[in-house]
């Protein structure tokens, strides 16, 4: 006849079976221990893998940010020309100092919203006719918006004689300035409107439609400071040149995060041997 167990022979064994119970949790499953060790090994190698990356890019923009000091101090060169214009990019050209020269088609100039050290106002994109046929966007400043309440509209059409008639009129003028890459698409959470005539970003392929002009250049130019200029003049030479360069935070991070993963591999390593350990001393 089975005997039923005395409620106080299992109160007897509770504290010896509450002992063994730690003893049989580091013993069991070496698969799932061995799974946590490798998938700690894969995310350490990781991490470490992008702390490193991060470095090389630290190492880049390091070196971006000295090729742009360059240029920006560097004396003016020639714009790039007509022929050149395919092969301009931001990574070998943006923020070369360059200048040109030709005729202005004031009543062309679009007027792109900005927000400076001098408050919020707009940039004024103005065409500029070269010799050789091409046109160029130069951003000649910056005005306020005050200055421009009641300003006339302007007209954005431009007739195929414009630059000729511009020419005859002596409108010549010489520029300075810093070479930009086109802005595409618009500002932060605004899109360009070319039916309004409303700019948010210097979009000159968008600005050159809508103004019908052709050929112009896939660039546009930041006007230099000019020493004397009126009162009333665009104020120019406010170009920001600044790179976020948050490459060593990452870097530290990513490799703060293959230590703290190398230490939880550790210690599980570690904890699975104690057993073992201390049944041998026993």
């Not at 050159?208 to 006007?223: E, G, H």
């Amino acid at each position: 006849m089975k005997k039923t167990p005395d409620p106080a022979d299992r109160a007897v064994q509770q504290p010896g079976a509450a002992k063994a119970a730690p003893e049989a949790a580091r013993r069991r499953s070496p698969g799932l221990r061995l799974f946590l060790i490798a998938m700690g090994s894969l995310l350490c190698a990781g991490f470490f893998a992008l702390g490193t990356w991060q470095m090389q890019r630290l190492q880049w923009k390091l070196a971006l940010i000295e090729r742009v000091e360059e240029r920006v101090h560097a004396a003016p060169v020639a714009a790039p020309a007509m022929g050149d214009w395919p092969r301009i990019s931001a990574a070998t050209d943006e923020y070369r100092h360059v200048r040109l020269s030709g005729v202005y088609l004031p009543g062309l100039t679009a007027r792109v919203q900005a927000s400076t050290v001098r408050g919020r106002g707009y940039w004024l994109l103005t065409p500029l006719c070269q010799d050789d046929g091409g046109i160029v966007l130069v951003n000649r400043g910056f005005v306020t918006e005050a200055s421009q309440r009641g300003a006339p509209a302007l007209a954005p059409r431009v007739s195929a004689s414009a630059c000729a008639e511009a020419r005859a009129q002596g409108q010549g003028a010489s520029v300075s300035g810093l070479l930009r890459i086109s802005e595409p698409k618009g500002g932060f959470l605004r899109q360009n409107d070319a039916g309004a005539d409303r700019w948010y970003s210097r979009d000159v392929a968008a600005i050159a439609a809508a103004r019908q002009l052709s050929p112009v250049a896939p660039y546009f130019v930041d006007a230099d400071a000019v020493a004397g200029a009126p009162g009333d003049a665009p104020v120019g030479g406010l170009t920001v040149v600044s790179f976020q360069n948050n490459h060593l935070v990452y870097a530290l991070t990513w490799y703060a995060l293959a230590l703290m993963v190398a230490g939880s591999c550790y210690w599980v390593v570690r904890d699975a041997r104690a057993p073992r350990k201390h049944s041998g001393g026993a």
